[in-house]
């Protein structure tokens, strides 16, 4: 009963966590992870769920984490973006999350061209700016989408 439990509970974190790659109001890679370690940890760490790479992707998740703040910031100062972009494209995620998974992608490039607009840069430089912010959050929503989706993959083979 208690592993059936943790089967339903661990694929229902699975899926939050893939939806959460996309949607920034869930921790994607996080959940995904606590729906991992619950079923190793009914299983008693079997292969494929050892404990070595249990913890491996652990430290991969915490490494996720920071990235995600990371890589929007690498992209944006890439392309131009002063602080006063990468904040407006903040607010702009922000603004987005609660519509789509796209008005937050949109969200970012236009907050951060706004707010760079604003702050004195030409329309030109703005556009490059808001431009930087969109490819690092686009490729930081692929990598965590490809994170979960190797997790997801140890979930099912340890079934």
């Given at each position: ?47 494929p ?36 972009g ?8 922000l ?41 690092g ?19 099912i083979?340890?079934?």
């Amino acid at each position: 009963m208690l592993e059936i439990l943790a089967i339903l509970i661990g694929s229902l974190l699975m899926l939050l966590g893939l939806i959460g790659s996309v949607l920034p109001i869930l921790p994607g890679p996080p959940l995904s992870f606590i729906g991992l370690f619950l079923l190793a940890l009914v299983k008693n760490f079997s292969p494929p769920l050892t404990p070595a790479r249990v913890l491996l992707l652990g430290i991969v998740t915490i490494l996720m984490v920071a990235m995600d703040y990371v890589l929007p910031l690498l992209g944006a100062k890439r392309y131009g973006s002063s602080k006063w972009g990468v904040w407006g494209s903040v607010l702009g995620m922000l603004i987005g999350m609660f519509l789509s998974p796209l008005a937050v992608l949109l969200g970012s490039f236009f907050g951060a061209v706004v707010a760079e607009w604003l702050a004195g840069k030409t329309k030109g430089e703005s556009f490059r700016a808001g431009w930087g912010v969109m490819v690092g959050t686009l490729f930081a929503t692929i990598v965590r989408l490809g994170f979960c989706g190797l997790m997801i993959y140890y979930f099912i083979m340890a079934l």
